[in-house]
């Protein structure tokens, strides 16, 4: 077998020992993953690209330690915060869910800032 063969294979061989780490985030559906940014790139005006690239990554970072359902439920009951009247002292006076809120604010806050997304 040519050396270069063997490099190839060798380089092909570690990429794939390479992939299980990016497996290990969790796995969002793309519609949801196209909300969050373009509810991200409205929140966040400046040039297409660079937004485009900077909201993607605050999902891919916040999908790296948050399961899928776990994040339906969080970003859920933050939305949900902004509801008046008695709707919204549902989530309000709920405290699970207040701490629920405040561990996916930071996290999103986190993401945000590893992200250069301030």
Known sequence: ?????LLLRVAVLAV?????G??????????????YVEACMRDHPGGHYEMLNKCS???DTIAQSLPYDDYVEMSTAANAT?????????????PMLQDQIRRYKA???????SCFLQ
Do not use: F, H, N
């Open 57 to 59: 990554c605050v999902l």
């Open 82 to 94: 902004s509801i008046g009247g008695e709707r919204g002292a549902y989530i309000r006076d709920v």
């Open 16 to 20: 794939a020992a390479a992939a299980p």
């Open 107 to 113: 996290l999103q806050a986190q993401a945000q800032k």
């Open 22 to 35: 990016a497996a290990r985030a969790y796995d969002y559906p793309t519609s949801e993953r196209v909300v």
């Open 1 to 5: 077998m040519p050396v270069t063969a």
